[in-house]
């Protein structure tokens, strides 16, 4: 990967990071989750900018193929905290499975009704 590619990657990635950390300071302010302000604003920004940076698109794209790993810390947590949930251990997991995919189920949906008839851009995974 050329020198170009790592820095443009590196910078996309610290704009992400950016845009939580605009979040979290705006939600001091509104009284939403700061992940979620952080993604209105990053969409708000590439609404105005008006298509979304080839870099940007590439780490996305890498963070969201390897989204089961951010699923992992608070599933370990749970196991850690196993005696002080006692019973209600297994609820617990419960509500993550289930708040996961209607989460999806919503997500795809919603991606469906309002990118019906756009025209499909990214990449397609070719199971290397």
């Excluded at 990635?13 to 509104?30: K, V, W």
């Excluded at 952080?38 to 989204?67: C, I």
Aim: charged fraction near 10%; glycine fraction near 6%.
């Amino acid at each position: 990967m050329p020198k170009r590619h790592i820095i443009e990657s590196v910078l996309a990635f610290i704009t992400l990071i950016l845009f939580l950390l605009l979040g979290n300071r705006l939600s001091h302010y509104i009284a939403l989750p700061a992940s979620l302000l952080g993604l209105l604003l990053l969409f708000f920004g590439l609404l105005l900018l008006g298509r979304v940076p080839t870099a940007l698109e590439k780490v996305s794209q890498f963070l969201l193929r390897h989204l089961s790993f951010f699923f992992i810390p608070p599933l370990i947590a749970a196991w850690f905290y196993a005696e002080q949930l006692g019973s209600k251990l297994w609820l617990f997991l419960l509500a993550i499975i289930a708040s996961t995919f209607i989460s999806l189920c919503i997500t795809s949906w919603l991606g469906q009704r309002l990118f019906k008839g756009t025209k499909n851009t990214a990449p397609q995974d070719d199971h290397r």
